[in-house]
Nanobody, 114 residues
Framework: QVQLVESGGGLVQPGGSLRLSCAAS????????MGWYRQAPGKQRELVAA???????RYADSVKGRFTISRDNAQKTAYLQMNSLKSEDTAVYYC????????WGQGTQVTVSS
C-alpha cells in the first residue's frame, strides 16, 4: 500500500505562482510514473502533468509552458510548480500514479482569484 499526501495549495492572484508537493509512503515510489490531476466542481478529473520514473514529462495543453512537474525519488516526493496562474486553474489538485489507481488522497485546494 502507498499513501500520497498533497500540500502547498492556497489562494493566489491571477498571474501568481504556487508549488505543490506530494509526499509518498512506501519503498517503491521510484518505480512508478506519477501524475498531478485536478478536479473543479462539476467537472471531470483530468491529468494535467505526468512524469516517468526516469524523469520524462508530459503536460495537458491547458497548462503547457506554465506548469512544471518534477520528482525527487530519494525524498519520495513529487512536485508541481505552477506559474502564470489563471482563474480556470482553480481546482482541487491530487497526485497519483500514472495511470491512476483507485485510491485518492485528500488533495489540496488551489484558488486563483483577485
Amino acid at each position: 500500500q502507498v499513501q500520497l499526501v498533497e500540500s502547498g495549495g492556497g489562494l493566489v492572484q491571477p498571474g501568481g505562482s504556487l508549488r505543490l508537493s506530494c509526499a509518498a509512503s512506501g519503498s517503491i515510489f521510484g518505480i512508478y510514473a506519477m501524475g498531478w490531476y485536478r478536479q473543479a466542481p462539476g467537472k471531470q478529473r483530468e491529468l494535467v502533468a505526468a512524469i516517468t520514473s526516469s524523469g520524462s514529462t508530459r503536460y495537458a495543453d491547458s497548462v503547457k509552458g506554465r506548469f512544471t512537474i518534477s520528482r525527487d525519488n530519494a525524498q519520495k516526493t513529487a512536485y508541481l510548480q505552477m506559474n502564470s496562474l489563471k482563474s480556470e486553474d482553480t481546482a482541487v489538485y491530487y497526485c497519483n500514479r500514472d495511470p491512476a489507481d483507485s485510491d485518492w488522497g485528500q488533495g489540496t485546494q488551489v484558488t486563483v482569484s483577485s
